[in-house]
């Protein structure tokens, strides 16, 4: 069946590695344990992680800007696609229609050094514990309203399902930009580093 991704908003976005979470490694330099990073978890999306290096925060933030894939520290990507027998002409099935989103989401990851201060760890935690809030809330608008997108295919007519299917898209669209206008991408709401 021939499937067709609608690609939507974009975001900035953000996410924590379970692999940081798990970094039995990391010790500080005085011996004492380093805080743990902070465990987010993104159960409705693919995490894909990029690495940045460094122990100081500067040397992170120049990592950040040099290694994240786009112009920001986190992005968020989502698609809805759908399907039906019929599809684009007058008769179909819309019974039958296949509906899906995939949601992805990079964000960074970072391995504290033997060097790492406490108190970096510590920042680096609450950036990212900031970041998660935030890209949670764009995941969060595409899988609450994902039923709306398979209601409106459903119960619509063959020839305005796909109009219908769209607004919905338009509103989870609608929510992505005025989110990130009202947080300035998550900066107010903590996820700025340093
Ligand atoms: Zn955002």
């Known amino acids: ?28 330099k005085a011996g004492h344990p380093l805080p743990t990073l902070v465990p987010v978890d993104f159960p409705h999306a693919t995490v894909q992680p990029y690495d940045v290096s460094g122990s100081t925060e500067s040397e992170i933030r120049a990592q950040l800007n040099a290694n994240r894939p786009n112009d920001y520290d986190a992005y ?17 099935r819309l019974a039958e229609a296949e509906v899906s989103y995939e949601i992805t989401v990079t964000f960074p990851r970072w391995t504290p050094t033997a060097d790492a201060s406490p108190e970096l760890v510590a920042k680096w935690n609450g950036y990212l514990y900031a970041l998660a809030l935030h890209e949670n809330a764009h995941i969060s608008n595409v899988v609450s309203r994902f039923p709306a ?10 020839l305005s399902a796909e109009d219908a299917a769209q607004a919905v898209l338009q509103q989870m669209r609608q929510f992505d930009s005025q989110y990130d ?13 340093p």
């Open 76 to 92: 968020t990507r989502w698609y809805v696609s759908w399907d039906w027998p019929g599809r684009g002409s007058a008769e179909c």
């Open 1 to 28: 069946m021939q499937t067709r991704w609608v690609l939507l908003a974009l975001c900035v976005v953000v996410v924590l590695l379970a692999a940081c979470v798990n970094n039995p490694a990391a010790t500080a």
């Open 149 to 158: 997108v398979v209601a409106a295919i459903k119960g619509g007519t063959c």
């Open 181 to 193: 206008l009202d947080t300035n991408h998550g900066r107010t709401q903590g996820a700025r580093f």
